[in-house]
């Protein structure tokens, strides 16, 4: 069974640049989250998904950040502009409503 | 809301020694706990799921208890290796979403 994919891997843009994140997850699996780590620190999280629903985005910086999950599946992550603070890996997960969490690999941004 | 704290922070034992990895949350209204490891720039992946009925989970080498009462979750390596060198986490499942400690780095001197 695939786990969560997401992509890119790696990102490196300039400041006020916009950037986005794809994350596909594990079929089935109708709880999405994207999470932020910063180095050194555990991930927080930005806002969680129930099928289509954002149902929880009190974490989500709105002004720059914005995020989608079409037909309950794929979900993109958007940040326009980018600021060197954002800076960070994003992780995109899945989990049943309250099951085991798994994460993807990962994308790492990198803003100069 | 929810504060979870792992020490220590780092942890260098030679191979053979069992760890020995704490975490510890501030509310006991959890659902599950979860403990992760995490390589040098890679993802999380999944140890162990400890739900809040269960007071410990087994997995091969890895065995993890569970109180919920006193707000602590233990992680046990036994025979540590080389391989198991890595960053541990543990988060809780409340509120419906996980939150997380910063985090155990092992290493494991061969």
């Known amino acids: 069974e695939a786990g969560v994919v997401q992509s890119p891997r790696y990102k490196i843009i300039e400041k006020k640049q916009p950037v986005a994140f794809w994350c596909n997850p594990i079929?089935?699996?109708?709880?999405l989250y994207w999470y932020r780590q910063n180095l050194g620190q555990g991930p927080e999280l930005l806002i969680r998904y129930e099928n289509e629903e954002a149902v929880d985005d009190s974490q989500l910086p709105k002004d720059r950040f914005s995020a989608e999950r079409l037909k309950g599946v794929d979900s993109t992550l958007k940040i326009q502009p980018a600021e060197l603070g954002d800076s960070a890996v994003y992780l995109c997960a899945s989990s049943l409503v309250v099951g085991e969490v798994f994460f993807g690999q990962g994308t790492r941004l990198t803003v100069v | 809301k929810q504060e979870v704290t792992q020490i220590p922070a780092a942890l260098s034992v030679p191979e053979g020694e069992n760890l020995v990895l704490n975490c510890s949350f501030t509310?006991?209204?959890?659902?599950?706990l979860q403990w992760f490891r995490q390589d040098p720039g890679k993802g999380l992946t999944s140890l162990l799921l400890?739900?809040?009925?269960?007071r410990e989970q087994t997995s091969g080498r890895l065995n993890a208890s569970l109180d919920k009462s006193s707000g602590r979750s233990t992680l046990y390596i036994a025979a540590s290796q080389p391989g198991d060198s890595a960053t541990y986490l543990c988060a809780v499942i409340y509120d419906y979403k996980l939150s997380f400690g910063a985090g155990t780095t092992v290493t494991v001197r061969a």
């Open positions: 509310d006991s209204a959890i659902y599950n």
């Open positions: 079929s089935g699996h109708n709880t």
């Open positions: 400890i739900q809040s009925s269960q």
